[in-house]
């Protein structure tokens, strides 16, 4: 320190030999304080570099615990994971058995289920047989056995409509309905007058709020029913005295989305009667499916009942429906004859088998519509502008077991 403010000394003293001082410089005072300045720099100097040195000191010993601590770190994580993997192996183990027990919990939970659900079927099967026989309890025991005779009551030039009389009144007035599409319904005093034109008095013309679709309308208790035209399966009761709608439903089952008899190219829905009330036939959701039956409430139109039966639509002109038992009429088409083929009874006492081969008289076309009258015990038909009546011969049906 010494020798650096000699030398600072001797740097001012050949500085004030060789240049020209300044007229301050030549002031002793101020050379002094010149002095004492620089004395303060070499003080701040010498401070800054001892703190550094103690900085450097303290960095290495911070790193040098930093890299202990890491050390430790890396100990700590191995253990801890060994722990968690032991842990998870604990876990899983554990459910195994959770499982394995859960199994056989449930394994005679489910026998008890099966035998439960099997109590159950069998005593719901049981139910719904004595709701159905309760459903059909109507004092009717014929079955078809084959046509008896054929009579032709008229003929008009329309190929294709319906006619009949009402299915529970004891009216002799009969109904003219002509074409698949139509709203006016012609009605007659008696069957003479409708085989008669000139015949008075003259024939009534009703001209209906709605018009129908397809040729399966039923006349039952005075009230017109019919599938209403433009929808899928809207059926419409309609008060023939009134002249106004009572009621309406939509059926469903998949009604209206295929034709319920591709020999009749017109009838979607096929509305009947017989001695158990009143009935809908119409095919099934899939394409050339299976015919569906249904048990209509008349008076408030409520489902009461619907069944798939076994009796294909393909091929099929017409069904009717007979003490509660389904008869569907098939034809090849052509000249070829036109045959009952599939019956279907709810309750199980008419079986195919019990059928005998059951034929209609040949008929140039297939039938636009084959309606079951349960009044007076008859087929009423309509096949190629002609007006039939078919009486029929009938057996009494094996009792129920």
Request: aromatic share 10%.
């Amino acid at each position: 320190m010494l020798a650096l403010r000699r030398a600072s000394a001797f740097s001012v003293l050949i500085l004030t030999a060789f240049l020209p001082l300044p007229q301050f410089a030549q002031d002793p005072a101020m050379v002094h304080y010149i002095y004492q300045r620089f004395q303060v720099l070499e003080q701040g100097l010498q401070k800054c570099t001892q703190a550094t040195r103690e900085y450097i000191e303290d960095f290495r010993e911070f790193s040098k615990n930093i890299s202990v601590m890491l050390g430790r770190c890396q100990t700590y994580t191995s253990e801890y994971k060994s722990a968690v993997h032991n842990l998870v192996l604990r876990v899983e183990r554990a459910q195994r058995e959770i499982d394995y027990l859960e199994y056989l919990r449930e394994a005679e939970v489910c026998t008890e289920s099966e035998d439960k659900m099997l109590t159950e079927k069998q005593v719901q099967g049981a139910e719904e047989e004595k709701r159905i026989r309760t459903l059909l309890n109507a004092s009717c025991d014929n079955m078809l056995m084959g046509i008896k005779s054929l009579k032709i009551v008229k003929k008009t030039m329309d190929t294709d409509g319906s006619w009949m009389k009402d299915a529970v009144r004891d009216s002799p007035k009969v109904y003219l309905l002509i074409g698949s599409r139509n709203n006016t319904v012609w009605e007659f005093a008696s069957i003479r007058a409708f085989m008669e034109d000139s015949t008075k008095p003259a024939p009534r013309k009703l001209i209906l709020t709605h018009s129908w679709q397809g040729t399966g309308q039923v006349i039952y208790k005075g009230f017109l029913f019919f599938h209403s035209q433009g929808t899928p399966n809207e059926i419409i009761k309609y008060n023939l005295q009134k002249r106004t709608v009572e009621d309406r439903m939509l059926l469903s089952g998949g009604a209206g989305r295929a034709l319920a008899y591709p020999r009749s190219p017109s009838t979607y829905i096929d509305l009947a009667a017989d001695e158990h009330g009143l009935w809908a036939i119409h095919s099934g959701p899939s394409i050339h499916g299976h015919l569906v039956l249904t048990k209509i409430e008349p008076d408030t139109l409520g489902v009461e009942h619907s069944w798939d039966t076994p009796c294909r639509s393909q091929d099929a002109e017409a069904s009717f429906l007979l003490c509660g038992v389904l008869y569907v009429v098939y034809s090849s088409g052509g000249l070829g004859p036109h045959h009952i083929t599939c019956v279907y009874d709810p309750l199980g006492a008419v079986m195919e088998e019990d059928l005998p081969n059951v034929f209609f008289p040949r008929r140039s076309r297939s039938h636009s519509m084959i309606h079951y009258n349960p009044r007076d015990k008859q087929l009423y038909a309509w096949n190629d502008g002609n007006q039939i009546i078919y009486k029929l011969q009938t057996k009494r049906k094996q009792p129920l077991q």
